[in-house]
């Protein structure tokens, strides 16, 4: 089958000068496992986590050269022991591209039973093949971390980004009280439209916002950028607070965080899946089928900035810049975009 594989990832990883790129190739899928998925993929996306460890950033690449977990498509293979899917199902799934598992950036893919869900009629492939990492995240921050209710004072940094304007609308629609950053008037405005306090971070400090909205801080800090975001959320945090942050890789001085007595807390939602985490990977399951039911119901309305075709020269500019600038949402990549 044809794939897009990285034959040497980047400097940290390979302490070269050689920049990671992708190539086109032919290779072979490895068996299908018992438990195991073979999906014809349909649609993937760009996340974060894989131009880290395109990068060499994070040390979980796929030992394949195959990267993207996120996928929608069809199965055409089951393992012998699955019970829960057949073959022609449509489905997501987070489901490789890490670890000693093959990724979306290939004609087929092999993905656990337990990491996919099936998709909704309604949701088209796009939007689809965007969901799971984020999905994941997001409800890990909020329901295993954070412990939402009503009534919940929560702000968000990055509150436009893949991760945070999922985090924002489920945080809302679990009753929270949402504040989130916006860095230009077409994001502040969106977040308004959904019914989430924008912060014009830019022109406004956060002792400024902690001013104007006339209480003590957020109880819960969810930090989707990380770097000196993080000070930030040492003052935005009531006494007491939490900060759950998916980029704490980075060097920060914490007497703030001390002083106020503050819970720092880390999130990486490969784990489960890098680890072999069984019970770990039914929540996923579970948290998945939650949001895309969600968004195919328009609970949850997931922006796509951009919908990247699955070509070589396409693919390896979207690698290349994407850590160079801000995003408003998903990038999504699909088998043709035309």
Not at 159 to 171: D, F, K, R, S, W
Not at 217 to 243: C, M, P
Request: net charge negative.
């Amino acid at each position: 089958m044809k794939a897009y594989v990285v034959e040497q990832y980047g400097k940290d990883a390979t302490l070269t000068e050689k920049d990671a790129t992708l190539t086109e190739k032919d290779v072979t899928l490895n068996q299908t496992g018992n438990y195991d998925l073979k999906i014809k993929v349909e649609g993937t996306s760009l996340n974060p986590l894989d131009t880290k460890m395109f990068f060499g950033h994070v040390a979980a690449a796929p030992s394949t050269g195959i990267l993207q977990g996120d996928v929608t498509g069809e199965i055409i293979g089951i393992g012998e022991s699955v019970t829960s899917f057949s073959v022609g199902d449509h489905v997501i799934a987070f489901g490789g591209g890490l670890g000693n598992r093959s990724g979306a950036l290939a004609e087929q893919m092999l993905v656990p039973e337990k990491m996919a869900v099936l998709r909704p009629d309604n949701l088209d492939i796009a939007t689809a093949g965007c969901l799971p990492v984020i999905s994941l995240t997001a409800m890990e921050v909020l329901k295993e971390r954070a412990a939402v209710h009503p009534g919940m004072r929560l702000y968000v940094a990055g509150g436009t980004g893949g991760v945070g304007h999922l985090v924002g609308q489920l945080a809302k629609h679990y009753g929270c009280d949402v504040t989130a950053s916006a860095s230009s008037d077409e994001k502040a405005t969106w977040l308004e439209q959904h019914g989430i306090r924008p912060h014009r971070y830019r022109d406004e400090s956060a002792e400024q916002l902690l001013a104007r909205l006339g209480h003590d801080g957020f109880d819960v800090i969810v930090d989707t950028v990380g770097g000196d975001h993080l000070q930030e959320s040492f003052i935005l945090a009531k006494e007491r607070g939490k900060i759950i942050s998916i980029a704490t890789r980075t060097t920060q001085d914490l007497t703030m965080m001390h002083s106020k007595a503050l819970t720092l807390e880390a999130v990486f939602v490969a784990l489960p899946l890098l680890k072999g985490k069984e019970q770990e990977m039914l929540r996923q399951q579970a948290h998945l089928a939650e949001v895309a039911q969600l968004v195919a119901d328009g609970v949850i309305d997931l922006v796509i900035e951009e919908q990247v075709p699955r070509r070589l020269d396409a693919l390896n500019v979207a690698y290349q810049t994407f850590d160079q600038r801000s995003h408003f949402g998903k990038i999504s990549i699909v088998t043709d975009c035309s």
